[in-house]
């Protein structure tokens, strides 16, 4: 057996790197830094507690750490360590009065010693500016979002097949990306309200340059926006209004490739001599290119090219820093296929143009944010470095999907993607809530808490089905509970609020129902602003401590803590009345205040029962201080 299954999940050791533990959430080079972590008597007595730190690549113990402060059972332990470098792992021993040695990590406790991989990770990088925790993303994709009577004056691109707003979306097969609803910007700037309703105070878009696809990916030129979208003044007067609003605006750049329409592109395929050669990985005499997954409608960049540095994201006169500066003033960029940028056979130059992406944009606007986009595991290159925070699917989205998948599903149409049927789903299974614990976990593991605090939680985008469509019925609510109650930035993907369904990537990119086009169910937009405003009336839910308190098939329970509050969430999937806690597992619990869910603790003289009705979410809020 082995230690962790020694203690209930509650009463486990507890570190995160949160300020709660580590008090200088900045450091700078040589900062001497206070470390500490918690432990539960029901641990067993302890002799001492040491830090084991890197330094010049080597390990070395800190000063045997002092109890500070004890409260209830726990024992809090403090030492004190050196930033020699710019980064530094660390991780806790224990040796009991037993004799024992047990070593704590991001993983938890362990009777061998761990890998230095999964070690606590500190570092000086700059993290994202101090709006970016208190984030409440609402990602649009222009062509679906709204129209407004501006668009009516465009022709249909030759590209495109134009289609009615209350039309079915084509969702497999040809005409996928050339299906054109005409959403623009004029639009979103006509239903801002209705994201303030939400909460929302920052609006993600989709790319907005000039492409031959309604998705816009394929960019024929970032030296201006769509006029099919509204153009330059569209955007400058969406991002003025939204800013008037409370609410920032982050876009979506592709430092991964061009389509071939690009202006760059076309001055160099076939023209070996062309300036623009070097931009992309030509052969044959510019005839032959390399390309996204090889996809011919999108060539990729050659970040050799000094050229191309220059053009595309270095300095101020970059593609980069242009939508930054006035009369635009954007807030920040979402990268997308940010894990692929740079890299091809034996070259890799990944992290290079991610920290010269971040550079230009600091010299800009120091305060904007840059997230990127990974599909798979970004922990261990996602530090701050480069990417500010992750787009990723697999420590919060995979988790949650497989708790809630309904495997009993029948009216999935043909061409839907199914829990395992996409790759980045990597033929996940339907799990109890042990299994979301043990693969939330080991998926942030890696992660520096200030990059965790940033990295985006969608329950879907516009690359993946709609959760709604493929969890149990009535999900739809605790899942978005967990969003807006973990750690990292929840993101409502539009169209959620409404309901929508969305069996694959495609057809989750459904045309708002504004005017009741199509069949929706408004109950989630309630429970939406609901939680956004739980979530920014509460700041252990933007930078607080996360600590698993209990998890079985059909329940989870966390505390999210910053030493000015505590909140509680208990969240079930199925019933569970076994949800029972020892009562100083969270100081001051008889002054639990519920803020959803309506649901009320059970106190007694040592324990606390918290309600597991079926697919029920509730929060409390507890004073930090008695």
Request: charged fraction near 25%; glycine fraction near 8%.
């Amino acid at each position: 057996m082995s230690v962790f299954d020694k203690l209930p999940l509650a009463l486990l050791p507890h570190h995160d790197g949160s300020a709660l533990y580590v008090p200088n959430q900045n450091p700078k080079l040589l900062d001497v830094l206070k470390i500490r972590i918690r432990i539960h008597k029901a641990l067993g007595p302890v002799k001492e507690v040491r830090v084991r730190y890197s330094e010049s690549g080597e390990a070395f113990p800190s000063p045997v750490a002092k109890v500070v402060k004890r409260e209830g059972g726990w024992s809090w332990y403090e030492t004190k360590i050196t930033m020699h470098n710019p980064k530094m792992n660390y991780r806790f021993m224990f040796v009991m009065a037993s004799g024992e040695t047990l070593w704590y990590n991001t993983l938890g406790l362990h009777e061998m010693i761990p890998a230095d991989i999964n070690d606590f990770r500190l570092n000086t990088f700059s993290s994202a500016p101090a709006w970016g925790k208190n984030a409440i993303m609402y990602q649009i994709f222009p062509d679906r979002f709204a129209r407004s009577k501006h668009a009516d004056a465009h022709k249909t691109p030759s590209w495109a097949i134009a289609k009615n707003w209350g039309d079915e979306v084509i969702g497999t097969g040809p005409g996928t990306s050339e299906q054109f609803f005409g959403g623009d910007l004029w639009g979103v700037i006509e239903h801002l309200d209705h994201l303030k309703k939400l909460g929302v105070n920052l609006v993600y878009l989709t790319p907005i340059f000039p492409a031959r696809s309604n998705h816009r990916y394929d960019a024929s030129s970032f030296a201006e926006v769509d006029p099919l979208l509204g153009g330059g003044k569209a955007f400058s007067a969406l991002i003025e209004a939204a800013h008037k609003k409370g609410m920032r605006v982050i876009g979506d750049l592709t430092s991964n490739h061009s389509g071939v329409g690009h202006e760059w592109f076309q001055a160099s395929f076939k023209k070996p001599g062309a300036r623009e050669s070097d931009f992309y990985y030509f052969s044959d005499k510019n005839t032959k290119y390399d390309s996204w997954f090889g996809v011919a409608s999108l060539p990729k960049f050659n970040w050799k090219s000094r050229e191309l540095r220059k053009r595309f994201i270095e300095g101020p006169t970059s593609v980069v820093a242009r939508w930054l500066k006035a009369p635009y003033k954007m807030d920040g960029w979402r990268i997308d296929v940010a894990n692929m940028t740079g890299r091809i056979r034996d070259e890799d130059m990944y992290l290079e143009v991610a920290q010269v992406i971040r550079k230009t944009m600091v010299e800009i606007n120091p305060d904007t944010i840059m997230l990127g986009e990974y599909t798979g595991d970004a922990a261990y290159e996602v530090q701050g470095d480069g990417w500010q925070g992750a787009m990723t699917y697999s420590n919060f989205t995979k988790p949650v999907w497989r708790w809630f998948y309904n495997e009993n599903a029948k009216s999935r149409p043909k061409g839907a993607q199914g829990l395992p049927g996409f790759s980045m789903w990597d033929g996940a299974q339907k799990a109890g809530g042990r299994e979301l614990v043990k693969s939330y976990t080991q998926f942030i593991a890696g992660f520096p808490w200030h990059v965790r605090l940033h990295n985006m939680n969608p329950l879907d985008t516009h690359d993946i089905p709609r959760f709604k469509s493929y969890a149990i019925k009535g999900a739809q609510k605790v899942a978005a509970g967990l969003q807006f109650t973990f750690p990292g930035i929840p993101v409502i993907w539009a169209g959620d609020e409404f309901g929508l369904d969305g069996f694959n990537g495609e057809s989750s990119r459904t045309p708002i129902p504004w005017n009741n086009e199509r069949p929706h169910d408004t109950k989630m937009i309630e429970i939406y602003a609901t939680l956004a405003k739980i979530r920014r009336g509460n700041s252990a839910l933007n930078d607080g401590s996360m600590r698993f308190l209990y998890a079985s098939e059909e329940a989870l329970v966390f505390v999210r803590e910053n030493g000015k509050q505590s909140i509680l969430v208990a969240a079930t999937r199925g019933a569970d009345n076994k949800i029972v806690l020892p009562r100083d597992v969270v100081a001051n619990i008889s002054k639990a205040e519920n803020l959803f869910g309506g649901g009320k603790l059970t106190l007694s003289t040592s324990t606390v029962k918290v309600p597991g009705e079926k697919l029920s979410l509730n929060i409390w809020r507890l004073p930090a201080k008695a």
